[in-house]
């Protein structure tokens, strides 16, 4: 069965400073979509990067990105310079195609990051 | 388009009692996704649907629970003699089919709270 692990419940981080959040997988599809999203204390969960299992590079998005490696199974996502706003729930997730010819989504149990001033 | 709505954002009910929650995605998108997030956890797959038809439902739902999307606009998610066990915040998302690449737009949620 798929399964998305995320070890860490909670995480400290100093503002400014980099921070990774760790993430692995597991799947016997070969292909497979990975993504993270942050959710706020307002509880709107918000789209933060995509990796595709076939992607050669890792995936960035202005302070994010995605440490992809393949092989262990692991999507680390890394936020650099730090900020007060960037205190949230930080969930991994990964899509699989379906047989009935859409897309399921399945989610870890998240992390708590939190960004000291 | 102001993204996916969600009403109403909290309902508390009693035990047994019927509930009903609805969802407007945003317009163009085709794929509409219900989840359930209980605290402390990541959301759960409850159900989706293309259009108007429902392609996948989770063992989680169980009998008590449907969800429909009449002409392939709004949904609404109903919960049938409610348990406190169901108490939990349900999640709406939508996404267009071909933006495999994106991840989807939530919904702010519909908080119940079953007493």
């Not at chain 1, 503002?15 to 016997?28: G, I, N, P």
């Not at chain 1, 998005?61 to 999507?75: C, H, M, P, T």
């Not at chain 2, 409850?46 to 989680?60: H, V």
Request: proline share 3%.
């Amino acid at each position: 069965a798929q399964k998305i692990t995320q070890t860490q419940p909670g995480m400290f981080v100093q503002e400014k400073e980099a921070v990774t959040l760790d993430c692995t997988y597991d799947t016997s599809d070969p292909s497979y979509g990975l993504f993270w999203y942050k959710q706020p204390s307002s509880g709107e969960m918000i789209f933060l990067i995509y990796q595709g299992s076939y992607d050669q590079q890792n995936a960035t998005e202005g302070r994010y990105s995605l440490n992809f490696q393949k092989a262990r199974k692991s999507a680390n996502l890394v936020i650099s310079a730090s900020q007060l706003g960037d205190s949230a729930m930080y969930f991994c997730a990964m899509r699989e195609a379906r047989r009935t010819g859409g897309f399921k989504t399945i989610f870890g149990a998240g992390t708590r990051l939190f960004v000291k001033a | 388009d102001t993204g996916v709505s969600q009403d109403p954002r909290h309902k508390i009910t009693k035990r047994g009692q019927n509930v009903t929650f609805r969802c407007d995605p945003i317009s163009e998108h085709n794929r509409l996704y219900w989840y359930r997030q209980t605290l402390g956890q990541g959301p759960e797959f409850l159900t989706y649907f293309q259009n108007e038809a429902q392609l996948e439902k989770s063992r989680l739902l169980s009998d008590r629970f449907s969800a429909e999307r009449p002409k392939g606009s709004f949904s609404t998610l109903e919960i049938q003699r409610t348990e406190q066990g169901d108490s939990a915040m349900y999640l709406c998302a939508s996404r267009k089919d071909r933006d495999s690449n994106y991840g989807y737009t939530f919904g702010s949620g519909t908080r119940l709270t079953v007493v």
